[in-house]
Nanobody
Framework: QVQLVESGGGLVQAGGSLKLSCAASGRSLSNYAMGWFRQAPGKERELVAARGWSDRIPYYADFVKGRFAISRDDAKNLAYLQMNNLKPEDTAVYYC????????????????WGQGTQVTVSS
């Protein structure tokens, strides 16, 4: 079992930056693929970024490439999403997610979810 708790969201102007954190307990993050999803009101949840459990190859959605960076500190059981050059369309609730493989994240998400943290980008 894995428990995930996100933090770091907030209000930022367009072009600004935020760094989201995901603290895990119950299992080591090294055993799981990790990723970040987001969901805006009235829209479907979408995968933003992910990193596999074995080779840790990063994945980025096209709409965040060059702006966001996913990282993980398995020794501290933490995962991060550095968000730069934020845009109003990035406004959403961001969720940390863990699964058995990166494939599970691409298919809607792994079994473990955080509670979400709100990111609001003003224009």
């Amino acid at each position: 079992q894995v428990q995930l708790v996100e933090s770091g969201g907030g209000l930022v102007q367009a072009g600004g930056s935020l760094k989201l954190s995901c603290a895990a307990s119950g299992r080591s993050l090294s055993n799981y693929a990790m990723g970040w999803f987001r969901q805006a009101p009235g829209k479907e949840r979408e995968l933003v970024a992910a990193r596999g459990w074995s080779d840790r190859i990063p994945y980025y959605a096209d709409f965040v490439k060059g702006r966001f960076a996913i990282s993980r500190d398995d020794a501290k059981n933490l995962a991060y999403l550095q968000m730069n050059n934020l845009k109003p369309e990035d406004t959403a609730v961001y969720y940390c997610n863990a699964g058995l493989s990166i494939t599970s994240l691409h298919r809607g998400g792994g079994a473990y979810w955080g509670q979400g943290t709100q990111v609001t980008v003003s224009s």
